[in-house]
């Protein structure tokens, strides 16, 4: 039995009378592909915004490594290793590729103001080795060269590449990715299928994915959850949730079930 | 017949455009206040300069409008536009006639409608049909001419009336260079150029911007061709000469000129600390003035004897009003730190005003002077060198925007910088990333403040004394102008800002009226023009130029494969 990177016991986050997170309970495996499915309004990017400190849940305990990230600020929690993408992205679109990478590396660099300003030689050699680690980092999501221009002009499957080059250069053990195939086409998804692959085999990075392509979270996935109205209800490997009668309901309504049952047999 | 009309319409709908600007810009006394000065002695004054380039600009619209690409279409509508122009001028001239118009405006006085009418009233009121084609003519020949014939004409014609208006900067400049004091007197009279002198500068600028046109492009590839170490000792180079001209300029300039110099100067220094805050950080401060005053009445208390406190040297208060001015820039962020956008604009447009009535008020006076400020304080001086001259306080104020350019420029791209320019971009993003917004909103308002504060100490000194009505909101409003002209988060952009919103209006005297109003037109056309600023960031140029960014991307792609 692997360790939990991340547990989320009982979290509920309430919008007035709304309830978007109900008791929410996850464990995210070390090391595993963990992929979180449900219909829209589910409530999947509000449990991402409470686990990364945009939300704070009203109930129930989110931890990571057994470290409480309640009341915990987002610049705090992403300096614990827990970094994300946007559903739709947000890149800091007047920035430069490089910048973007840079500030992604914010939370590493130690210069302090006077360090700056006197251009001190232990801030310029670490804003030398900044400036190659994010080079390497580009190089590796295939942006080599596009490092000066600027993110809004970069065509969509490259800002979708760029703002997980950032999100990596803050150094996470844990990268929420918000549907990172959205807008894709089937090649372009199955490349990102085996980026996302590539990280956690060789980076070693734990993966939790919000997705609605099927064919990605059966694809990638070793374990799924499904939410409905912020509930959890089915978690288990992708064959099991495929077959599984309450998410054909949720996702189809009801009856739905027993006919796609019927045509299956 | 409406298909001619179509091809019609635009010549007519910019005439009465240029109509409009016309009768406004006469009915508001610009024309009368401009007529005093010459271009062109004797042959071509201000007010008619104004109209020239007021009809020639509504003339170009026109044919720039124009939907048909015949040339005969062009003519025809720009010829129109001026005839619709001559006519609204005509119809001013008939109405003031009929009835007494002075009675709603004040500047329409008969003086004004002899300038309109060239003198001769109604006599000569039908050269407007000659004069106004005219100039709406050479618009719309001016554009279906090749670029190269276009950028000369606009160029050497531009640099004539520049020359023309700025006559009082450059004449006695000139004059004052022995050799040269010849060749003032062959270009120049008492009020304007001479008329061969006119046309020597046209036919000069003409030829260099020709020459540039066609050689330009090979000398900007020669230099990218250049080692960079070649480049490296050119711009260094450049770079020193620059510093020289800086460094002797007031000797050249004489003691008015200098004085506009340290007002450009002082600016600069507020435009850079703003920079800082909105350019960078993308926080708007509307009462960025209140750490001006805060410099200033720092140092007045600290050094003046008419209060009594303390009778420091200018140099031992100084860095207590620079930190004053960091306190009460972090203060004041303290409580703001949570509001975006124009809530924020709000909050601090509150604190200046705050600032500028505690100042005022009675209940403060004995240790802030109240509405008479503070007197008597000592110029600065070092090793019994005073600065009292504005020649002398020229240094001060240039050794000041050397220090503030070189801390801005290492703060551009430095991890704080970029930690400001993310939180511009999007703030809860670059908390994401691990940005702690608190210290870094902080530490914006605070530099920004710093400088604000070290321009308001030299302000004090340069004029020994100081009072809240040179506190007031304006001048808040003209620093965000002036970095918004020169361009958003550029540093020389600021520079440039400054000298054209700040030094122009000082030299002419006759706009000093008109000050607010071209601000306001100044903002607009560059919304319209160029977004970007005058001088804009290097990403942000390639952001609003995007055809040359696809070339040169085209270019790289090539090279690279």
Known sequence: MAIPILTAKRTTKRFGGLVAVDELDVEIKEKSIHSIIGPNGAGKTTFFNCVTGFYRPEEGEIQLNSHSLIGLLPDEIVRLGIARTYQNIRLFPSLTAMENVLVGLHCHLRANYFGIVADLPSTRKEEKEATEEAKRLLRFVNLTGKGDLMAKNLPYGEQRRLEIARALATKPRLLLLDEPTAGMNPSETQTMMDFIRHLRNEVGITILLIEHQMRVVMGISEIVTVLDYGKKIAEGPPEEIKRNPIVIEAYLGKGSAAETQGVAA | ?561
């Open chain 2, 1 to 561: 017949m409406t298909g001619v009309f179509t091809l019609w319409k635009h010549g007519v709908k910019t005439g009465l455009l240029g109509g409009l600007i016309t009768v406004l810009l006469s009915l508001m006394g610009m024309v009368q206040a401009f007529s005093e000065r010459q271009i062109v002695s004797g042959v071509f004054s201000m007010d008619q300069a104004l109209l020239a380039v007021a009809v020639v600009f509504v003339g170009y619209l026109a044919a720039k409008r124009t939907t048909s690409t015949t040339p005969l279409w062009v003519v025809i509508n720009s010829l129109t536009c001026g005839f619709v122009t001559a006519g609204m001028i005509m119809l001013l001239l008939v109405i003031g006639d009929l009835i007494n118009l002075r009675a709603v405006f004040i500047n329409a006085s008969p003086v004004l409608y002899q300038l309109l009418s060239f003198g001769h009233g109604f006599e000569s009121a039908p050269l407007l049909f000659v004069a106004y084609p005219l100039c709406s003519l050479f618009a719309g020949i001016l554009y279906l001419l090749p670029a190269a014939l276009r950028r000369m004409f606009t160029a050497s014609l531009t640099c004539v009336i520049g020359a023309g208006i700025l006559q009082d900067l450059l004449r006695p400049t000139l004059a004052a260079w022995g050799s040269l004091a010849e060749a003032a007197e062959w270009i120049f009279t008492a009020n304007g150029l001479t008329e061969q002198g006119a046309s020597a500068l046209f036919l000069v600028i003409s030829v260099v911007t020709l020459v540039w046109s066609l050689k330009g492009k090979a000398v900007r590839t020669g230099y990218k061709r250049l080692p960079p170490s070649g480049q490296k000792t050119l711009r260094w180079s450049g770079i020193a000469a620059l510093l020289v001209v800086l460094f002797i300029l007031p000797q050249i300039l004489g003691i008015f000129l200098s004085e506009v110099l340290t007002i450009v100067g002082l600016y600069v220094l507020l435009g850079l600390g703003l920079n800082i805050v909105v350019g960078y950080a993308g926080l708007l401060d509307l009462g960025y003035v209140a750490f001006f005053a805060i410099g200033a009445y720092a140092t007045a208390i600290l050094t003046s004897p008419e209060l009594g406190f303390f009778s420091l040297s200018f140099w031992e208060a100084l860095p207590f009003a620079v930190l004053l001015g960091v306190v009460f820039g972090v203060l004041l962020g303290i409580p703001v730190l949570k509001m975006r956008g124009d809530y924020l604009a709000i909050a601090t447009l509150g604190f200046g005003e705050i600032i500028r009535i505690m100042v005022l008020s009675d209940f403060l006076r004995p240790w802030l002077g109240g509405a008479q400020g503070i007197g008597k304080i000592p110029k600065a001086s070092i090793a019994g060198f005073e600065f009292g001259m504005p020649q002398e306080i020229y240094y001060l104020i240039l050794a000041g925007c050397f220090l503030v350019i070189f801390i801005s420029l290492r703060l551009k791209d430095s991890r704080l910088g970029r930690a400001w320019k993310a939180m511009r971009e999007d703030e809860d993003v670059a908390q994401a990333m691990g940005i702690n917004l608190v210290a870094t909103k902080l530490l914006a308002f605070g530099t920004g403040a710093a400088f604000s504060a070290l321009s308001g100490a030299i302000f004090a000194t340069k004029l020994t004394s100081v009072y809240p009505h040179s506190m007031n909101v304006m001048i808040s409003i003209n620093i965000l102008c002036v970095i918004i002209v020169g361009g958003m988060g550029s540093i020389p952009g600021v520079i440039v800002g400054a000298a054209a919103l700040v030094g122009l209006p000082e030299l002419l005297r006759e706009f000093a009226e008109y000050r607010l109003l071209v601000y306001g037109l100044a903002l607009v056309v560059m919304m319209l023009v160029r977004p970007e600023g005058l001088w804009p960031e290097a990403v942000r140029r390639r952001e609003f130029h995007e055809e040359e960014v696809d070339e040169n991307n085209g270019a790289t792609a090539k090279a690279s494969s």
